[in-house]
């Protein structure tokens, strides 16, 4: 019944700047969090940053005042600002929501991926 369908990857040089988008569709009744996860080659599956309903914000160590996250409540989006990237920011970054329909669960985005290469 839910789906996260996210965008904004692509390639940028080092220092530039993307801005993802997760948006959440379906039988939703609340969403207690979003968040982006990112997976690199030959890496662990690593949380990058999460915003609670409340709108307190959880950021990992190395992008900590290079990425925001920020929410549109009335569209169940998530956004997040990428700033100053650098090229072990490359990876897949993947949207993570919890939200409850008739139970609450965690649901997955498709990925998308960035590059950040000269």
């Known amino acids: 019944q839910v789906q996260l369908v996210e965008s904004g990857g692509g390639l940028v040089q080092p220092g530039g700047s993307l801005r993802l988008s997760c948006a959440a569709s379906?039988?939703?009744?609340?969403?207690?969090?979003m968040g982006w996860y990112r997976q690199a080659p030959g890496k662990q599956r690593e949380l990058v940053a999460r915003?609670?309903?409340?709108?307190?914000?959880y950021y990992e160590d190395s992008v900590k005042g290079r990425f925001t996250i920020s929410r549109d409540n009335a569209n169940n989006t998530a956004f997040m600002q990428m700033n100053s990237l650098k090229p072990e920011d490359t990876a897949v970054y993947i949207c993570n929501a919890h939200i409850t329909t008739d139970y609450s669960r965690n649901y997955w985005g498709q990925g998308t991926q960035v590059t950040v290469s000269s």
């Open positions: 915003i609670i309903s409340g709108g307190s914000t």
């Open positions: 379906g039988s939703i009744f609340s969403i207690t969090s």
